[in-house]
């Protein structure tokens, strides 16, 4: 069963304007990691977050995340049209230790 | 140069004829998994191996066998293939369960 759902499905932005990309999930996790994906190709990492951990920066990329509500969310700020990706959250750890369960994914695009 | 590597990247092949996808990493990870993606279902994890001779069931096992009897290598069979497992391919390894992934740049499988 997939565990994260994402919203939006699709995001459509201007070059300089934020982003932001939401997360749930439903059972414990030992962390949180947010993947982009350019189409059709494999997934870079972005960021891991755990679950002791409440917010995280790298970079234009800032993550949050909220276990009392089993959620997180992808800020990425000042975006770029590179930035046109699909992107992905992904929950490790948890009750299913060795399981990695993702979301659906965020479809952006960033007009120039 | 660190990465996952598959092959082959494209094949097509007919209903019932046994394949191998290979799937090998140059990182010494103790984690390796399999995924499919398919629109509208984000990736879902076929299989995993905490390490060597480990493996564990995924979210969508059926109709997939993998063994891992080199840390480095964890190949992905089809048995008896059949038009369901037309899919987008992806492999990745981490040094374990927990930590972000190394995705492969995918296999594009078509069974017809």
């Known amino acids: 069963s997939q565990q994260g759902e994402e919203d939006p499905q699709a995001l459509s932005i201007q070059e300089g304007e934020n982003a932001t990309m939401n997360c749930s999930y439903k059972?414990?996790?030992?962390?949180l990691q947010w993947y982009r994906q350019n189409s059709g190709r494999g997934l870079v990492h972005l960021i891991l977050?755990?679950?002791?951990?409440r917010e995280k920066h790298s970079g234009r990329l800032r993550v949050t995340l909220d276990t009392s509500k089993k959620s997180s969310s992808l800020l990425i700020t000042a975006s770029r049209a590179a930035d046109t990706a699909s992107y992905f959250c992904a929950t490790a750890g948890g009750t299913s230790y060795g399981k990695l369960t993702f979301g659906q994914g965020t479809i952006l695009t960033v007009h120039p | 140069e660190a990465q996952v590597t598959q092959n082959p990247r494209y094949l097509i092949t007919v209903t019932g004829k046994k394949l191998t996808v290979t799937c090998s990493q140059n990182?010494?990870?103790?984690?390796m998994s399999w995924y499919r993606q398919d629109p509208g279902l984000g990736l879902r994890q076929i299989y995993y191996?905490?390490?060597?001779?480990?493996?564990d069931k995924g979210d969508v096992p059926e109709g997939y066998k993998v063994s891992r009897k080199e840390k480095r290598n964890f190949p992905l069979i089809l048995e008896s293939p059949s038009p369901n497992q037309t899919s987008l391919y992806f492999c990745a390894s981490s040094l374990t369960a927990t930590y972000e992934q190394y995705f492969g740049p995918g296999t594009r499988l078509t069974v017809t």
């Open positions: 977050i755990r679950s002791n951990e």
């Open positions: 990182m010494n990870h103790e984690y």
């Open positions: 191996s905490m390490n060597v001779e480990v493996t």
């Open positions: 059972t414990s996790i030992n962390n």
